[in-house]
């Protein structure tokens, strides 16, 4: 069977309100509004992504057999492809940031009009948990609320410079944590069902460049794990190394040359020519593990980690480097963390985290940071309180606290 008389010359394309799904390493799926889920082989899929630009048929296959011209009548029955002189629908809309309905903390909103010294951190809320695999629980998205949420306990702005956070102590260390840091909340960069990944991860980028451009810097509260990739390769004007305190390598595979997903957020990263140096601690359990051909990395267990003395923790960075901090808040135990996409056993304590993080981290240039995977849960939401303490814990490292 032949495509019809006519088709080969005629130019099409990839149907831009079709929305990349995630799949396996072999199969890749678009969906169309609002609920048909098309699965497709890889294969038709590499075939489908060469229309990304209008092109004709015979420019992709020049003699197809019988089996490609039955798959090209189905994808245009389906309306996967489309002609390229047709009305097309619309493309999804360009993601918004829009204000957080609670600040963290009460701090100020983050506007083009804010006064800022280069100390600054802003908070981002990054809405997403799309670059979660199928096989796995979503709720990540809810992230930045249920920690904002926590936050209402702990109001930071009650001295009398408004831009300044007073700070509060913390009982066991008997010392006043972020006293004096400028911190401002930038709201939510929010996602939808008809927004292809790919697209979210790029405007997340621009957001987190603008940030850093003012020269602030950006404490990201996820969503997924796949927004540290954007993150980090938004922070592109200088060289850094990046730790990563996950119960999980993210060294999995990239299924497709655009596919980022919350278990290869670190092999993205890895390809950043501007991230020389990569740190995982916590991880744990059975899992994929980088390659023995992945240079410039280092992987720590928790009782690898447990056993280390305060000086060999801090060894485990490079001297020479800044660092950008990434936490996967399953770092901690399942017991700590209930509300978490991959839950896992035998893993670190609070206080075993904070004091591993203020030991390799204190005195250094922090570039960012991030919170990602924090669900809420059934348990008065113990998993963003939990995050809450590692947010203020990282925000007294990047501005230098004692």
């Not at 092999?267 to 950043?272: C, F, N």
């Not at 140096?277 to 009782?303: K, M, T």
Request: proline content about 5%; overall charge negative.
């Amino acid at each position: 069977m032949a495509p019809r008389s006519g088709t080969s010359e005629v130019r099409y394309i990839l149907n831009p309100g079709l929305v990349r799904v995630l799949g396996s390493q072999t199969e890749a799926y678009l969906r169309s509004r609002p609920t048909t889920i098309f699965e497709l082989t890889s294969d038709t899929f590499e075939f489908l992504w060469q229309f990304r630009e209008p092109r004709a048929l015979n420019e992709v296959l020049e003699a197809p057999n019988q089996e490609q011209a039955q798959v090209v009548e189905g994808l245009i029955a389906r309306q996967l492809l489309l002609r390229a002189d047709a009305e097309l629908p619309s493309a999804p809309p360009e993601p918004l940031r829009l204000p957080a309905v609670r600040r963290f903390s009460g701090v100020l909103p983050w506007t083009d009009e804010s006064k800022h010294n280069d100390d600054a951190i802003v908070i981002l809320g990054a809405k997403f948990d799309a670059g979660t695999l199928d096989r796995y629980k979503r709720g990540s998205a809810a992230g930045p609320d249920v920690i904002r949420d926590a936050s209402r306990e702990y109001p930071l702005l009650v001295g009398l410079d408004p831009t300044r956070a007073w700070g509060f102590v913390d009982v066991e260390s008997r010392r006043r944590y972020v006293r004096g840091v400028q911190l401002f909340d930038a709201g939510d960069l929010q996602t939808s069902a008809a927004l292809a990944p790919e697209l979210w991860h790029k405007a997340l980028e621009r957001e987190v460049r603008a940030i850093h451009r003012r020269k602030a810097r950006c404490l990201l509260l996820g969503g997924d794990h796949s927004v540290s990739a954007a993150a980090i390769r938004a922070l592109d004007s200088g060289r850094f190394g990046v730790v990563q305190f996950d119960a999980h390598t993210d060294f999995g595979p990239v299924d497709y040359a655009s596919h980022l997903h919350h278990a290869n957020v670190m092999q993205v990263v890895h390809s950043m020519p501007h991230v020389e140096h990569i740190v995982l601690c916590g991880v744990r359990g059975f899992q994929q593990i980088p390659d023995e051909s992945v240079s410039n990395h280092a992987s720590y267990g928790v009782s690898v980690l447990r056993n280390k003395s305060d000086e060999q923790l801090r060894a485990l960075l490079r001297p020479d480097l800044p660092y950008y901090l990434s936490c996967d808040i399953d770092v901690l135990d399942a017991s700590v963390v209930p509300g978490t996409t991959v839950p896992e056993t035998d893993g670190l304590g609070l206080a075993e985290l904070r004091r591993m993080l203020r030991t390799m981290l204190h005195g250094r240039r922090i570039v960012g940071a991030d919170i990602v995977e924090v669900h809420a849960d059934a348990f008065a939401n113990l998993t963003a309180r939990a995050a809450l303490q590692v947010a203020f814990e990282l925000i007294d490292l990047m501005q230098g606290g004692e």
